[in-house]
Nanobody
Framework: QVQLVESGGGLVQTGGSLSLSCAAS????????MGWYRHLPGQQRELVAT???????NYSDSVKGRFAISRDNSKRTVYLQMNNLKPEDTSVYYC???????????????WGQGTQVTVSS
């Protein structure tokens, strides 16, 4: 099994910063994409950011210029640096990866349990 464990969530004031991390463990042959999603109030799940194995990043327009995603392939860990946080960023943030457990299998998505980020006014 592949397990994703997030850390770094918490409560901050408007304009503050948080850094999230997510480490993958278990039987893993290769991780292609890693990233973060969130659920905003009254909205469906939203992509926050993803990053490929070679470091190519993709961001939601709502977080461009404020958030930065990175990964350490040797540690199988993805990070999300969140700056200039706004109340509308409040959400549960979910880590995900698309991984192959072994060469003979297709890749699939795996999800973390989520970590709460709350931004107060």
């Amino acid at each position: 099994q592949v397990q994703l464990v997030e850390s770094g969530g918490g409560l901050v004031q408007t304009g503050g910063s948080l850094s999230l991390s997510c480490a993958a463990s278990g039987t893993i042959f290769w991780i292609s994409f890693m990233g973060w999603y969130r659920h905003l109030p009254g909205q469906q799940r939203e992509l926050v950011a993803t990053i490929s194995s070679n470091g190519t990043a993709n961001y939601s327009d709502s977080v461009k210029g404020r958030f930065a995603i990175s990964r350490d392939n040797s540690k199988r860990t993805v990070y999300l640096q969140m700056n200039n946080l706004k109340p509308e960023d409040t959400s549960v943030y979910y880590c995900y990866c698309h991984a192959r457990r072994k060469l003979s299998e297709y890749g699939r998505e795996y999800w973390g349990q989520g970590t709460q980020v709350t931004v107060s006014s």
